[in-house]
């Protein structure tokens, strides 16, 4: 009876390690390049780039829409887009990624990702970019 306890309670870990599961509601989840690139391969997700327009144009991820942060209107804008989509925010290094998380948490977003590291590990591990 133990043995069967305990290949119950093994199972039951190795089925919690090795699921993906979305973050749960109130969560931002830090993911890697490598997390980010299957996240995009595998789902409809919306990817945003959080940094200023200049720095948009000196290079992006493909596919990410340009909502600045520190802009006036970052509230408004991301009012705009579906609260039921998954989405990923990145920056540059990841502190503006994160502030940017807690604004979609208040806003309602469920299922939020933030790019550990930014686009500067992105990069750095090889991942292309694109030049506006």
């Known amino acids: 009876m133990k043995r069967f306890i305990l290949l119950l309670c093994s199972v039951f870990n190795l089925g919690m390690i090795c699921c993906k599961q979305a973050p749960s509601k109130g969560v931002v989840k830090t993911v890697s ?16 780039d959080v940094r200023t327009p200049k720095e948009f144009k000196g290079g992006h991820i493909e596919g990410a829409q340009n909502i600045d942060l520190f802009s006036a209107t970052f509230d408004s804008d991301i009012e705009k887009l579906d609260k039921t989509k998954p989405v990923i925010l990145y920056c540059k290094s990841g502190g503006r990624s994160a502030k940017s998380g807690r604004k979609l948490l208040n806003a309602g977003f469920t299922e ?3 790019l550990r590291g930014g686009i500067t590990r992105w990069e750095k591990e090889g991942f292309e970019i694109k030049l506006h």
């Open 33 to 48: 390049p490598k997390e980010v690139q299957a996240l995009l391969i595998e789902n409809a997700m919306l990817l945003i």
């Open 112 to 114: 939020i990702y933030d």
